[in-house]
């Protein structure tokens, strides 16, 4: 009985790790989408500001002052663009970490659920044997009694 509680209890943090992992993966998920909310965001201040330039710089009505707002504005825009790409590979690799992890500790849960059925079935089979040379004796004492 000791094989099977102590089977359980690694069993139970087996499952408690795999539920650890997979709530790591949701948020990692999350943050993913978030960011990349984040990136579709800046891309598309990128676009309107680059159309908006085009047009004021086909009109001829920009200045020295304004193309070098525009320039530091693009500059800035471009690096968190950048930053943001960085932060999404960055968490696709730790997805992918974690993913990994989520794998080895489903393996390990499922070994831990095959030992246990095992020695569930051995403990059954054991039982079973116990009761059946149980009823072997009663069976033979019966037997002699009547003789």
């Known amino acids: ?31 993913i989408r978030e960011l990349e909310k984040m990136l579709d965001e800046l891309e ?18 920009i200045d020295v002052h ?3 707002l525009y320039y530091n504005y693009f500059l800035n825009l471009h690096e968190e663009m950048n930053s943001r790409k960085t932060e999404i590979i960055s968490k696709l690799t730790e997805l992918n970490e974690r993913q990994n992890a989520l794998i080895e500790a489903y393996k390990d849960k499922k070994l831990f659920e095959i030992l246990h059925s095992r020695i569930l079935k051995e403990e059954a089979e054991q039982k079973d044997k116990a009761d059946q040379k149980e009823q072997d004796y009663l069976h033979l004492a019966r037997k002699l009694r009547h003789k």
Do not use: Y
Request: hydrophobic share 25%.
């Open 66 to 68: 304004s193309l070098e």
């Open 1 to 31: 009985m000791s094989k099977l509680r102590t089977v359980s209890r690694v069993l139970d943090l087996r499952e408690r790790k795999k539920e650890e992992i997979e709530n790591e993966v949701r948020q990692i998920r999350s943050k």
């Open 44 to 61: 598309a201040k990128f676009s309107s500001t680059t159309s908006e330039f085009e047009k004021k710089q086909n009109s001829r009505e």
